[in-house]
């Protein structure tokens, strides 16, 4: 009876997750696209951002940040980089430049840096970038407390409309924590540039919660973007089995995990938490059942697709796939899938300054992608 209550309330999450999702279509040829290598040989890369000349800073997890020509043919590798505490799933991981970079040539590093103990957890660089090396660098962010799982560091990057930075974190693999507003993890963090907390944030000058955090109950956050229009950020997190979400970040809000979720405990499909719905905690406007693993995010602005002028992309680690969202308001309408095993597992997706769509695979030989109409 046990297990038929377990294959029952499988059977019941699917069909929630069907009403509650958009119908999924695949591109069959994608004979729409043009697919240009433009870099490969890439260790395992994890990050990307554009200076304004039309380079490219590419991050990769063992270490090692490249500069990229603007047709990637050229490469070069940064010094300056900090120590990386690589393994499991951490290492250098994100990378964006200053939105005042013309003026202060400042770019932002997340990475997994480890203590005197070995002890873990996600980092934030500030440094200004001179020729290929990064000079004046300072750390303005440590998760605390560390620990020695090497699991759920985040950890994206993303600037917020005043120009205060934006860092998502993981749960760092210990579920509970992502509801401890006295720990860092499993929350998403709001600093400006110099490391200081912003005076607006909701747990300011309150005893026994981190002044950083901005809002908290997330799993394992590898996908965030501003909204073109709002201004609002957009963020997407890993679930466990199934149950992957895509949330607006709201300050001060209850994301609900592990106490609310769409997923199930791996391999045995048991109910994780009280169930999918909670008072005072905040339901996705969007998730996936089965999980696609989403990795990177952007929200498509440019002329070379008319018709995905407002859409979101989400790269997708498990089926190797690229993800497109339209969306009407904050409601998503419709999921197509493009891109499907042509490239691998696609773990991070931006928009060019030129239009086009660029993709990192998350391969020992990974590449750097550049979509484009036929």
Sequence with gaps: MRRLAVLLGLSLALVDSAAAQAAVSAAAADDSLKVEILADRLDHPWGLAFLPDGRMLVSERGGTLLLLSADGRK??????VPAVASGGQGGLLDVAVDPDFADNRRVFLSYVGADRAG?????VLRAELSGNALTDSRVIFRLEPKTN????????????PDETLFITLGDRGDKDRAQDLNDHAGSLIRINTDGSVPDDNPFVNQAGRRAAIFSYGHRNIQGAA??????????HEHGPQGGDELNIARAGRNYGWPVITYGVN????????EGTAKAGMEQPLYYWVPSIAPSGMTFY????????????????????TLVRLSLNGTQVIAEERLLSEQLGRIRDVVQGPDGALYVLTDEARGVLARLSPQ
Excluded: M, N
């Design 226 to 235: 501003l909204h073109p229009q709002s201004g609002q950020l957009w963020l």
């Design 149 to 160: 799982s090497t699991r759920h560091f985040g950890s994206r990057l993303v600037f917020g």
């Design 301 to 320: 602005s440019g002329d070379l697709f008319p018709r995905w002028r407002g859409d979101l992309f989400v790269g997708s680690l498990k089926f190797r």
């Design 75 to 80: 490469r070069e590798t940064v010094a300056g």
């Design 119 to 123: 002890r873990r957890g996600t980092e």
């Design 266 to 273: 791996y391999g045995i499909g048991t109910q994780i938490g």
